[in-house]
């Protein structure tokens, strides 16, 4: 039972599925839910204390603060694979060790606010490129050296559309897990 608790508690809306089919209805929700999660965040993180920004959302895991400089990290990461993918043929992008990325000072001292406004900037670039995609855009496929097979353009953005849900649902719980009665 604690071994189900701590998944749920690190997958509070479940472990990405890939899905077997994409429709475009696929692609627009899931580029709305792209681009409205600067605003999302927003909602929920700016005016916290520094207290409540180094709630967990589980034990052993990153504070809030982290969460938030990690979706930064992560999402110019995706924004760089979307357009080498676009502009070269079949790239081998690079991958970034996100755990040792959340450990550095940029990640645990740094204010949100930061983080906060790379997010509202790049989230704008990103979904302007995210609606200029067609049907052949979104075929187009990248190699990320750890996975078995090459992901395509949909997939990143079912992926990412998760992740930004995924860390959404931590910070929600790490207040909620937090809160004082």
């Not at 079949?90 to 906060?116: G, H, M, Q, R, V």
Request: charged share 25%; with cysteine; glycine share 2%.
């Amino acid at each position: 039972m604690q071994s189900q608790n701590l998944k749920d508690l690190k997958y509070p809306i479940g472990k990405f599925v890939k899905p077997e089919t994409i429709s475009e209805g696929d692609i627009k929700t899931w580029v709305t839910d792209i681009e409205q999660f600067p605003n999302r965040l927003n909602k929920l993180v700016p005016y916290l204390s520094a207290s409540e920004l180094n709630y967990r959302y589980r034990p052993d895991g990153w504070t809030i603060k982290q969460v938030v400089h990690h979706c930064a990290d992560s999402h110019m990461n995706s924004f760089i694979r979307f357009k080498l993918c676009l502009t070269e043929e079949l790239p081998t992008i690079k991958p970034f060790n996100d755990s040792k990325w959340a450990e550095l000072p940029d990640a645990t001292e740094a204010d949100i606010s930061t983080s906060l406004k790379l997010i509202e900037g790049l989230h704008a670039r990103w979904t302007v490129l995210l609606k200029s995609l067609d049907a052949s855009d979104l075929s187009k496929q990248y190699i990320h050296p750890d996975k078995a097979q090459p992901l395509s353009l949909s997939d990143s953005i079912a992926l990412y559309a998760w992740h930004c849900n995924h860390h959404l649902a931590h910070i929600k719980q790490a207040l909620e897990n937090n809160k004082e009665d």
